[in-house]
């Protein structure tokens, strides 16, 4: 068919498509991407609540305050209390025990005031570096420290009995007795005072020869208050004699040989003579 004049040869033909110009292309890959928006700078006072808030907070524990127990005397037998025993402090006292204490204090103010314008004469002896003394006429007699056979379960400061002038007797050692200082050397008890009450005797060990003293009751003075802020079992002290070589400290021997602990196992041993 013959092509007429009216007819657009590219309308029947299609031509190639026309190349974008290098302008167009360029536009096209140079798209911009959309902006990220930036975060606005936090000032200072956000920055320390955020990190107050972001902070964990961790709870502390409740801690109670611990009570004392309250024990009865029906639970004073109880194994809780035997064990509450073992852990107190060695000048803890029992309410038994200062009424005892309050009962001596008072018998020996009365004996110091009744000693008032007489003579008194002292045996008088050394323990834990400290001068004692004993009435006179509680001492039976002084002798060398014997041989001593030791007692099973007996308290520390008895050693044991020993044969004494065809007696037998409980052996005490006062320094035990009283938890006085020793020194790193072991000093060797020489000596022996024999105390005799109504019912049995008993031998007191010292380091060396016991000498006599005589003093006026007038410069007997009353340990009460005296001793109480020193570590020394104050118990059986009577009384305080000063002088210029020192303090010597008077004890009421028949009280402490008639304490329980030792009354029991002497009274024994009288018994098996």
């Known amino acids: 068919m013959a092509l007429g004049k009216n007819v657009k040869k590219d309308k029947l033909i299609p031509s190639k498509p026309k190349k974008e110009s290098k302008a167009v292309k360029a536009k096209k890959k140079v798209a911009k991407k959309p902006a990220k928006k930036s975060a606005p700078k936090p000032t200072k006072k956000a920055a320390v609540i955020d990190k107050v808030v972001k902070t964990p907070v961790v709870e502390q524990p409740v801690v109670e305050e611990a009570k004392t127990p309250v024990i009865d005397q029906e639970t004073s037998d109880s194994p809780i209390l035997s064990k509450a025993k073992r852990v107190l402090p060695a000048n803890f006292l029992t309410k038994e025990e200062m009424e005892e204490r309050k009962r001596l204090k008072a018998k020996y103010d009365q004996d110091i005031l009744n000693l008032r314008g007489?003579?008194?004469?002292?045996?008088?002896?050394?323990?834990?570096?400290e001068r004692y003394a004993l009435e006179i006429d509680k001492v039976k007699e002084i002798v060398p420290a014997p041989s001593i056979s030791k007692l099973p379960k007996?308290?520390?400061?008895?050693?044991?009995?020993?044969n004494i002038r065809g007696s037998v007797m409980v052996i005490m050692d006062l320094e035990e007795k009283f938890e006085l200082f020793k020194s790193e050397e072991t000093v060797e008890k020489t000596f022996a005072l024999v105390i005799k009450n109504e019912r049995f005797k008993v031998g007191i060990l010292v380091n060396e020869v016991p000498t006599t003293l005589k003093v006026q009751g007038d410069i007997i003075e009353?340990?009460?208050?005296i001793m109480s802020n020193t570590v020394l079992d104050e118990t059986f002290i009577k009384g305080l004699i000063k002088q210029e070589e020192g303090m010597i400290i008077?004890?009421?021997?028949?009280?402490l040989i008639e304490s329980d602990e030792v009354r029991m196992i002497a009274e024994s041993v009288e018994d098996g003579n």
């Open 222 to 225: 009353s340990s009460s208050g």
């Open 250 to 255: 008077l004890l009421d021997i028949i009280e």
């Open 118 to 129: 007489q003579s008194v004469q002292l045996i008088v002896f050394k323990l834990g570096g």
């Open 154 to 162: 007996a308290p520390k400061f008895m050693k044991g009995v020993a």
